[in-house]
């Protein structure tokens, strides 16, 4: 899915400046689907479903054909949106779990295709930049609740910012 973002995409004075996208995606999922404060929800899995009633009647080949422009129509909008960096201090814990509504709305079938869309490794937090997590002041825990464990590297970084890591498994 190609999800590395864009830090030239964000005014490093008025909103918040990503270098990882798997990051974005976890900071959108709270401020945006549990907090509403990123304005109109997306809905891309949504418009999936709605536009392909017969997923269940059809092949994979041909469901994963249709989900590429979906996939890349919802990683085009997150990737574009700015979140103010007034909203950063409502961070406190994040929650990394494959339920998640956003990566839902990307991509509404990778739970079904695990294997077209390597257990969801695309979403995985593998690297967050000290830069990102720099504009999380009040960030003190996150849960990480996917199918691959985040590297080690991460894990050390993180607990050695004194942000305190979960594991579900």
């Not at 864009?6 to 918040?16: H, M, R, Y």
């Not at 339920?99 to 079904?112: A, G, T």
Request: charged letters at 25%; a negative charge; aromatic letters at 16%.
């Amino acid at each position: 899915m190609g999800l590395q973002c864009n830090p030239d995409t964000a005014s490093a004075g008025e909103f918040l400046v990503f270098d990882n996208f798997p990051f974005k995606l976890a900071v959108i999922q709270q401020l945006m689907y549990e907090f509403g404060l990123l304005g109109d929800k997306y809905y891309g899995g949504d418009h999936y479903f709605e536009t392909y009633g017969d997923v269940s009647l059809i092949s994979e080949k041909v469901s994963v054909s249709r989900l590429k422009p979906f996939i890349e129509q919802g990683n085009q909008f997150f990737q574009a949106l700015n979140i103010p960096r007034s909203l950063a201090d409502r961070v406190t814990e994040l929650y990394v779990g494959e339920e998640l509504d956003v990566y839902y709305q990307i991509n509404p079938q990778w739970l079904d295709f695990e294997d077209y869309y390597d257990d969801g490794a695309d979403f995985d937090i593998v690297a967050i930049s000290e830069r990102e997590l720099k504009q999380f002041p009040n960030l003190k825990s996150i849960t990480f609740n996917m199918y691959h464990t985040p590297p080690d590297e991460l894990v050390d970084q993180l607990e050695a910012m004194g942000i305190k890591v979960e594991f579900f498994a």
